[in-house]
């Protein structure tokens, strides 16, 4: 079985069937919330990153050059990193998809700021995305990212086990915009992520849950816990 595990605001580690471990948009060290510290992860296959906002971003290019992780992103991010020192990447593009060693990975469209954190020239700002991942396993995984609702997101209709998505409101769509997505995209099992990393973004996850009601099964994780599927 492939197992989810929260860090904390949208930070996931998911380990596939085969053993492979591929962390989600990591910021930990900063992370009032996460349960871990990026010191804590050694074993470390693949960083995909959908925005280069700090708080998706910060321990990505340490974390690369010091597991030798390779870091998936958006051409733009990549090439960022690529001048930060970190020498195994895989730059894409939204609406482009991969077939990596675990499985095929899609950048899907998110509606958002393109700020790269690091960049003090704004040099390679971009667009902000989310994944899609076909796991060599069966399992079908997206994580949304830091979006809006988005129309788009109908086109997943059916393809999705397990959806990861923002509940947060403010900077990401709120718990309302967010049962629309799960109307949208029909996924068997919901997690919801950004949220209550700061009071400005501080929701109840068991009333999102109860929105959501029959239309799929939400589980609500604390960081550090994990789900298998």
């Not at 390779?70 to 990549?78: A, K």
């Not at 709120?174 to 949208?184: I, L, S, T, Y």
Request: aromatic share 10%.
């Amino acid at each position: 079985m492939a197992r989810l595990t929260w860090h904390g605001h949208s930070c996931f580690m998911l380990e596939t069937d085969e053993g492979t471990r591929i962390l989600f948009d990591p910021w930990l060290e900063q992370n009032p919330k996460a349960d871990i510290k990026p010191s804590d992860i050694d074993d470390l296959d693949y960083i995909l990153v959908s925005h280069g906002h700090f708080d998706h971003f910060a321990d990505a290019i340490p974390l690369a050059k010091r597991t030798g992780a390779m870091l998936v992103s958006s051409f733009e991010i990549v090439s960022f990193a690529q001048t930060q020192g970190v020498e195994s990447t895989h730059g894409m593009s939204i609406g482009g998809g991969h077939r990596f060693p675990f499985g095929y990975a899609k950048m899907t469209p998110a509606l958002h700021g393109g700020e790269v954190a690091g960049d003090d020239e704004g040099k390679y700002t971009t667009m902000p995305g989310g994944w899609w991942l076909d796991l060599a396993g069966g399992q079908r995984v997206y994580h949304a990212g830091d979006t809006a609702l988005l129309m788009e997101m109908q086109l997943l209709q059916g393809q999705v086990d397990v959806a990861l998505l923002p509940i947060g409101d403010n900077f990401t769509m709120g718990p309302r915009d967010a049962v629309r997505a799960v109307e949208f995209i029909k996924p068997r099992v919901v997690i919801p992520m950004h949220y209550n990393t700061f009071e400005l973004i501080a929701q109840d996850p068991t009333a999102f849950a109860r929105e959501v009601g029959d239309r799929a099964e939400v589980r609500v994780l604390e960081p550090g816990e994990s789900y298998e599927f």
